[in-house]
Structure formats: structure tokens, C-alpha cells
């Protein structure tokens, strides 16, 4: 066991040190080095994850539609103090919402499609790296609720796989 967490939290590379040449990551798991079904990068993993929450941002809206009148008529504001903007009421209005929203577009999208809306827009799937199969609802669901802490994601292993999809058997891949 503790070989296993000295990996995740020592980061990529810790026993080996720097790749060898023609090494890259996602080898490991049979993937190829660039191209559909190659490991994708962090910088497009949270693109991805931004689209994800805008889109979820404009669903929770859709759902609460918050009326910034009247949070801010229900509001105590001390004598001298100004009210709020609108938009610091919205956004506060929509967190909660916006994450739930997130929360159930994940699952939903990773068990039924093998992506996210993001993940879609940006050439990205989940991938199963144990099986040629769907990830499934089980697996979608433990992924997100890992993802929820945030984190776990910033670690990642030698592959470049992030605590959540180390955990869930699963790799965000190129999809095309």
C-alpha cells in the first residue's frame, strides 16, 4: 500500500526518474503516443472542465432562475453599506445549483455517452484502460464524486492520470 500512495503523491516519474526517450506517458496502460485513444493532456482536461461548468452555470439558471430584485429586497444591508451587485447575488445564488447540476451532467453523460459536454467539444472521452467496454454508471458515479473534492485530480500518476481515474480504472483519451 504504501508503494502505491508513494507513487501518487510523489508525482510522475518518482521511481524512475525522467523518462527514457521513446517513453511517454500512457504507455503503461497500452495507449498510444499521440492520436485517438492517446492519454489527453491537462491543459485540455480542464478546458473541458470549464466548459462543463459553464454549461452547467446556464442549466442551473435555466432551473432556479434567480431574481436579483428580490434576494437583495430580503437582504439586511447595514446603513452606509452598498447593496451587492446583481451579478455577486446571481453567481452566489447559482453555486449550490450549478455544482448539483454539474454533479448529475457528469454522471449522466460519462454512463450513457463516455463523455462530458466539454469533454465532447474538445475531442475528449473517458476510457475504460482495464476493459474494451463502456465506463458504466458505477464507475461514472465514484469518478465525480472524486471530482468533487477537486484535489485528487491535481495528483497525478507517472501516466498523467489523475486520483479519479486511477481509482475508477479509467483515462481521459482523444476520442478523435
Known amino acids: 500500500m504504501a508503494r502505491i500512495t508513494g507513487s501518487w503523491l510523489s508525482g510522475p516519474n518518482a521511481e524512475s526518474g525522467d523518462n527514457p526517450p521513446g517513453d511517454y506517458q500512457g504507455k503503461e496502460l497500452g495507449l498510444p503516443p499521440s492520436g485517438r485513444g492517446a492519454l489527453a493532456p491537462f491543459t485540455r482536461r480542464v478546458l473541458a472542465l470549464l ?5 452547467s452555470m446556464g442549466l442551473a439558471a435555466i432551473i ?3 431574481n ?7 437582504m439586511t444591508i447595514p446603513k452606509g453599506q452598498q447593496p451587492p451587485s446583481h451579478f455577486e447575488v446571481i453567481t452566489q445564488a447559482l453555486s449550490t ?3 448539483l447540476v ?25 476510457s475504460r484502460v482495464d476493459a474494451d467496454a463502456p465506463v ?3 464507475r461514472a458515479l465514484v ?19 489523475g486520483m479519479h481515474d ?8 482523444y476520442s478523435r
Open 51 to 55: 466548459v462543463d461548468w459553464f454549461i
Open 64 to 66: 432556479v432562475r434567480p
Open 68 to 74: 436579483a430584485e428580490h434576494i437583495i429586497s430580503k
Open 97 to 99: 445549483p450549478t455544482l
Open 102 to 126: 454539474w454533479f448529475v451532467l457528469g454522471i449522466a453523460a460519462v454512463t450513457l455517452f463516455g463523455f462530458t459536454p466539454g469533454q465532447y467539444f474538445l475531442k475528449l472521452r473517458v
Open 136 to 138: 458504466g454508471f458505477i
Open 143 to 161: 469518478r465525480q464524486l472524486i471530482l468533487l473534492f477537486v484535489i485528487p485530480a491535481l495528483f497525478t500518476d507517472s501516466d498523467g492520470r
Open 166 to 173: 486511477r481509482a475508477t480504472g479509467t483515462a481521459l483519451v
